[in-house]
């Protein structure tokens, strides 16, 4: 089973509509939480982070489930330059170097 | 500029013929970390290092060796590359100083062929 899992897509919504990504993790212990943006053969990139309380930058908002260990991504008014993967990123085991865990990406794609 | 440096971006190589990917880091980072992405698999590690000479296995890290002897430089030596090597290879490094802010800056890419 992969401990970050989510759903690959595509998701193909048009300019302005508000697009939802959820994600799962299997370790209950599971310290803290990441969006990661990956454009089409490009680097991944860190988009925001994800806080117990919930926390929005912009169009993007971020929300975390402890309780359902399942964290979320939503983008209002989606823009053509949103286009890319959203990788879902677990930090399992704090303070070790294999801190991270991704998850296998939602493939957003907005049409005009 | 700050960023991760990866070389080469592109290479096509046959079985059996030993390779390094380089990669080099400006930002005076104590973690470095190897990761390959292949489809419907996503980013897997294969190793990382908490400073200068210290390295760890990640998840997959068999066919590979890394070594850590410089801060800035964490390469990647595929002995003897295998068909099932030929992926997309990703090198990271983040500041760590005890406290994990969720900010790996990658490299662009090394794009493995193994014929």
């Known amino acids: 089973r992969k401990e970050v899992e989510q759903d690959p897509g595509p998701f193909n919504v048009p300019e302005g509509a508000t697009v939802a990504f959820n994600c799962t993790y299997s370790?209950?212990?599971?310290?803290?939480f990441f969006w990661y943006r990956q454009d089409c053969r490009k680097e991944p990139k860190l988009l925001m982070s994800?806080?117990?309380s919930g926390n929005e930058d912009g169009r993007f908002t971020a929300q975390l489930n402890r309780a359902s260990q399942y964290i979320s991504l939503l983008i209002r008014d989606s823009k053509l330059s949103d286009s890319a993967t959203y990788l879902c990123v677990v930090n399992e085991v704090p303070n070790a170097g294999n801190m991270l865990t991704f998850g296998g990406g939602t493939r957003l794609m907005v049409k005009p | 500029e700050a960023q991760v440096t990866q070389n080469p971006r592109y290479l096509i190589t046959v079985t059996g013929k030993k390779l390094t990917v380089t990669c080099s880091q400006n930002m005076n980072h104590e973690y470095m970390s190897w990761y390959r992405q292949d489809p419907g698999l996503g980013l897997r590690q294969i190793y990382y290092s908490m400073n200068v000479e210290v390295t760890d296995k990640g998840d997959v890290p068999e066919g590979y060796k890394v070594s850590r002897k410089e801060k800035r430089n964490f390469p990647l030596i595929l002995e003897s590359p295998s068909p099932n090597q030929t992926s997309l290879y990703f090198c990271?490094?983040?500041?760590?100083?005890?406290?994990?802010?969720?900010?790996?800056?990658f490299g662009e890419g090394s794009r493995l062929t193994v014929l």
């Open positions: 370790n209950s212990a599971s310290q803290s």
């Open positions: 990271a490094s983040s500041s760590y100083l005890g406290t994990f802010t969720g900010e790996l800056f």
């Open positions: 994800v806080y117990s």
